[in-house]
């Protein structure tokens, strides 16, 4: 049996990819950071079927023992400070968890499990102000928000030490991916959330910030699928994993408002404080060397991710009590 550890373990992705693991017959290992209360909510469903211990990215000596004791084959590495606005307002601390954290990682690894295989979270903030539409493995990086910086680094320190030290170390550069385990202040989740409320009575209005924004959203559970696959092939790589089809904020809303029988322009306005200082607007991934080389194709389209979204946020919040 194998065994892997999940950083992030208690995040949207960690959960959707524990989920996949455990099926798959691995022993899951999730590092949690301590907290005054637990926030398991997202893994409640498989509390007593992975082990979790607690580490953090900030603090080295966790992270060496954890290896030590758990010496896992597999290693997953997607804790980080995630939520992009949230990095203009702490940027240095964005930097240490989402920057240097991969190094600290990358060590334990190197130190105690070195012939361990190791997945980092890269991202499609990578890209920023786009030089190319659409995105794929070599498009130049222009990042446009301390995360976007971070998350550069961390993805540039994982390359550097596959080729320093020979790790089986591989940057999965993800574009949204989005599941009604999504963070409440991520767009999608925020519109259907917001959406299923004021189909409830529960609320009249939802403030938004750029409207004209495009993502390439696709469902969590294809891409944590993507993850795997990179850590079972021969050799190390990097790989684009998106959907290859933009759609604006104000698609994401006609869908989510028009699935509950009405129009988003009735209770959604603009505001300023969910403007960013600087935005990136065409993001759109090429996932061909993915689909020819790991043979990953998504699973589930826009509309229907949205709609299932919506569902789930009508359902809980319906919910008595
Ligand atoms: P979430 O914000 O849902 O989860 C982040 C996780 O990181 C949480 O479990 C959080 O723990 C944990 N964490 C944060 N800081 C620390 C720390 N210092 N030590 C230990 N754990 C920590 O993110 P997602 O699941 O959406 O994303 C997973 C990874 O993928 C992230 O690295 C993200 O940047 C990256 N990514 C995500 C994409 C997406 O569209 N979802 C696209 C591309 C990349 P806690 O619960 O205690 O806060
Ligand atoms: P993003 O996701 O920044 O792409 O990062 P988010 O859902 O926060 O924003 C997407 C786009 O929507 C626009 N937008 C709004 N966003 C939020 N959060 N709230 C609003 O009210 C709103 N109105 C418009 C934003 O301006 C933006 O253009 C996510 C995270 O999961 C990162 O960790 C990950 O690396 C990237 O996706 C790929």
């Not at 910030?209 to 469902?219: H, I, M, P, S, Y």
Request: hydrophobic fraction near 40%; charge should be negative.
């Amino acid at each position: 049996m194998k065994t892997a550890l999940i950083t992030g373990i208690t995040g949207q992705d960690g959960s959707h990819l524990a989920d996949f693991l455990l099926e798959k017959g691995y022993q899951v290992v999730g590092m949690v950071r301590r907290t005054s209360t637990v926030n398991f909510d997202r893994i409640t469903h498989i509390q007593d079927k992975v082990t979790l211990t607690q580490g953090d990215l900030l603090d080295q000596v966790s992270l060496v023992d954890i290896m030590k004791e758990y010496q896992p084959d597999e290693i997953y590495n997607l804790a980080a400070q995630s939520f992009v606005p949230a990095s203009w307002k702490q940027p240095v601390l964005t930097g240490e968890f989402t920057a240097l954290g991969v190094t600290r990682m990358l060590d334990a690894m190197r130190m105690v499990v070195p012939e361990a295989r190791f997945y980092q979270a890269s991202s499609s903030e990578m890209f920023g102000k786009v030089r190319e539409v659409p995105q794929n493995e070599r498009t130049p990086f222009y990042p446009r928000s301390p995360y976007g910086v971070a998350k550069v680094y961390g993805h540039w320190i994982t390359v550097n030490y596959r080729e320093s030290y020979g790790l089986f170390a591989c940057s999965g550069i993800l574009f949204n991916h989005e599941s009604p385990r999504r963070g409440l202040e991520f767009v999608t989740r925020k519109v259907t959330h917001g959406a299923a409320r004021i189909k409830l009575g529960m609320a009249q209005e939802l403030p938004m910030g750029n409207l004209e924004a495009q993502r390439d959203w696709g469902f969590a559970g294809d891409y944590v699928r993507a993850m795997w696959l990179m850590l079972q092939q021969d050799e190390p790589e990097d790989f684009v994993v998106a959907t290859g089809i933009p759609h604006s904020v104000r698609e994401l809303l006609e869908v989510a408002f028009g699935h509950l029988g009405l129009n988003y322009r009735d209770h959604v306005e603009v505001d300023e404080r969910f403007i960013r200082p600087a935005d990136v607007d065409q993001l759109v991934g090429d996932a061909t060397k993915a689909r020819d080389s790991l043979g990953w194709v998504p699973e589930v389209a826009f509309e229907e991710l949205i709609k299932m979204m919506v569902d789930h946020d009508l359902a809980l919040l319906g919910k008595p009590g």
